[in-house]
Each structure stands twice: as C-alpha cells, then as structure tokens.
C-alpha cells in the first residue's frame, strides 16, 4: 500500500517531466514555438506539486486530498503531451486550425495578449452576470407565483410550454431592435437563456411542497406570504439550485453567440477577432480561458449550494 502511494503521488511529476521530453526530444514536424511559456509551466506545475506534497507531510487531510487529485492531474499533463503528439510531433491535424500547446500557451507569455484576455474576461463576466441575475431573478419570482397560485399556473404554463423551447439566440434580431445598445440586447438574450428553466424548476419545487408541512404552518397561525417564505421557497431550495445550475449552463451556451452580435469586448469578440486573422492559437488560448472561467463559476454555485444546503449531506448525492 505505501508503494501504491508513493507511485499515486508521483503521478502528476512523473506526467509533467513525461510531457517535457516528449517536448523537448521528440523530433518535430511542426516546428515548434520560440517562447518558452509552455516548459515554464510544465515546470511550474511540477513545482506546485512538490509544494502541495510537502504541505500534506503535516496534515493528513491534505494527503488524503492529494491522493484524490493525483490522477487528475496526471491525467490532464497526458492529455496535453497526447496533444502535443498529434499536433507539432506528428503532424496528424492540419495547420493552423489545430496548433500545438506549445503554441497555444505562449499566448500567455505575452503581456498584450494577456491584458486582452483579461479584459475580455471582465467584460464576459460583466455580461454574463448582468443577464444572468436578471433573468434567474425573474424567473425565480414567476417560478414561485407560478408554482403557488393555481390561476397564474392555469395561465402561464400554456406561455411556458409555447415559448420554453425556442431557443434564446432566435429573439436577436427583435432584441437588436428593443434595445439601444448591443450590451442590451446580449444581455436580454442571455436573461431569457436562464429565464425559462429556472421558471419550471422554481415552480415544479413550489407544487410540490407537502401539503402536511403547510397545514401545520397554518395551525400556526402562518398566513400566506408566511408560507411562501418560510415553509415554500425553503423546501423547494433542492429543485430552485437545480434551476439555477440549469440557467447558468444556459447562460454560457449563449454568451458566446451573444457576445458576436456587435459587442466590442468579450471572449466571443476575442475568438471572432482571431479567426479573422487566421490566429487559431489565441482562439484555443481563449477557449482554454472560458473554461477556468466558467468551471470556476459553476464551482462557486456548488459551494453555495453546499452551504445553503448543509442539511441534505448524507442524504441527497450530487
């Protein structure tokens, strides 16, 4: 078992000096990149790796944490040598739509292409929060009326079940003419993307609060918006956080298109504005970027989730 460890932990070294060699000696097809971003970060995630070993020497939480995430990483550094294999090595994907990380990461070692990166990430982050919390808001408050009032069920869900599944990208061109500003209308797009499914799953919570949990709060003496905020919205929290995680996924899908309809910032505009110039590699750079950015949204919400939640551990699995 000790030797299992010691191999499990090694992993992630083992994987990042692996991809160095296949870098460095591995006879090129493509020739390879100038800029020295891509072995300076395989370096620094050996490096961070040693550090994270070191740190778990004196806890044993973390030791347990890094024999979970070990093969992960290890993983994720033979999935980039796999890439650098097919790419720049043997040359099997056509140039330049498929570049090699060595390529795609040099993006980073250059500071202007950084701060663009970075700009466009805040100006993403800028929209995709502004219809997002426009949208799941909405949503949440019909998704309550809905899901509590029989009228307004009786009325709104036909609306829901017509417009539901049109996609939110065919209301551009009446968002380009509703709103003044292209901001608007990309954020309008995206507010409706997270409108519809936090609508059904707020209501679908709402209905289906147990009639019991609601007769003794009227014993009580609770009245209606008693009811709805206290006993209500807190027992449909599971299905409301399910809605939210489907919004936001909603949310992403649409961005990018909504961020190629004139917006002058953005991821989208920086993947446009690099295939116009044949650069795939900052189009794949860019994509690498969306991914720590909306990964690390999509974690945000699961520790809200876990937090406001703290009561299903142990009951629900997610």
Known sequence: MRV???????????AAGGAYAIHRYWPDK????????????LGAVAL????????SWWSARLR????????????ALAGI???QVVTGKMGLLPMPFFPGPDRVFSVFGVSSEVSMLAIGTLHSLRLLATGFICGSGAGFLLGVWIGWSKRANFWGMPVLKFFGPVPATAWIPLALVLFPTTFGASAFIIGLASLFPMIVLTSSG?????????????????DQWQLIR??????????????LFMALSASFLTLIVAEMIGVKAGLGFYITWAQNFAEYYKVFAALLVMGVFFS???SALFAVRSRVLRWQQGVIKW
């Open 4 to 14: 299992k460890s010691v191999l499990n932990a090694s992993a992630p070294l083992l």
């Open 30 to 41: 493509i020739p390879l990149s100038a800029s020295q971003t891509f072995p300076g970060l």
């Open 48 to 55: 961070v790796w040693l550090a994270y070993l070191a740190a």
């Open 64 to 75: 347990q944490r890094a024999g979970e995430v070990a093969p992960l990483w290890a993983a």
């Open 81 to 83: 040598s796999l890439w």
């Open 206 to 222: 709402i209905a289906g609060v147990r009639h019991s949990h609601l007769e003794v709060a009227r014993t009580l003496g609770a």
């Open 230 to 243: 206290h006993v209500a919205i807190p027992s449909a929290l599971p299905s409301i956080f399910v809605g």
């Open 296 to 298: 690390g949204l999509m």
